[in-house]
Nanobody
Framework: QVQLVESGGGLVQPGGSLRLTCVAS????????MRWYRQAPGKERELVAA????????NYADSVKGRLTISRDNAKNTVYLQMNSLKPEDTAVYYC???????????WGQGTQVTVSS
C-alpha cells in the first residue's frame, strides 16, 4: 500500500520556522522525484520545491527561494521542507508528491496545514 504521510505543520509567527516531513512507503522511494506543493484558500495548487531522485538537483518557486530548502534521505524514505523566514503569504496546505519520471506513476500525501500569523 502506497503512502505519503506529511507532518510538521502548525501555527507560526511571521519570521518563524517550521520543518515539514514526508515519510513514504509502499514504493521504491529512491527512484522518485519528490516535490512539495501548496494550496492556499481560493487559490490553485502551486509547486513550491522539487528534488530529483538522488538529490542532485533542487528547484524552487521564485517566491520561496532563499527561505525554503528541500532535502531527502533515501535511507529513511523521507523528504523534508525546511521553512525559514516565514511570511503570512506562505499560509497554505502543503502536500508531498512523488513522481517517477520513467513510469509517470504519481502519488500524493494528505497535506499538512501551515499557518503564518501573529
Amino acid at each position: 500500500q502506497v503512502q505519503l504521510v506529511e507532518s510538521g505543520g502548525g501555527l507560526v509567527q511571521p519570521g518563524g520556522s517550521l520543518r515539514l516531513t514526508c515519510v513514504a512507503s509502499g514504493f521504491t522511494f529512491s527512484r522518485y522525484t519528490m516535490r512539495w506543493y501548496r494550496q492556499a484558500p481560493g487559490k490553485e495548487r502551486e509547486l513550491v520545491a522539487a528534488i530529483t531522485s538522488a538529490g542532485a538537483i533542487r528547484n524552487y518557486a521564485d517566491s520561496v527561494k532563499g527561505r525554503l530548502t528541500i532535502s531527502r534521505d533515501n535511507a529513511k524514505n523521507t523528504v523534508y521542507l525546511q521553512m525559514n523566514s516565514l511570511k503570512p503569504e506562505d499560509t497554505a496546505v502543503y502536500y508531498c508528491n512523488a513522481n517517477n519520471l520513467y513510469t509517470n506513476y504519481e502519488y500524493w500525501g494528505q497535506g499538512t496545514q501551515v499557518t503564518v500569523s501573529s
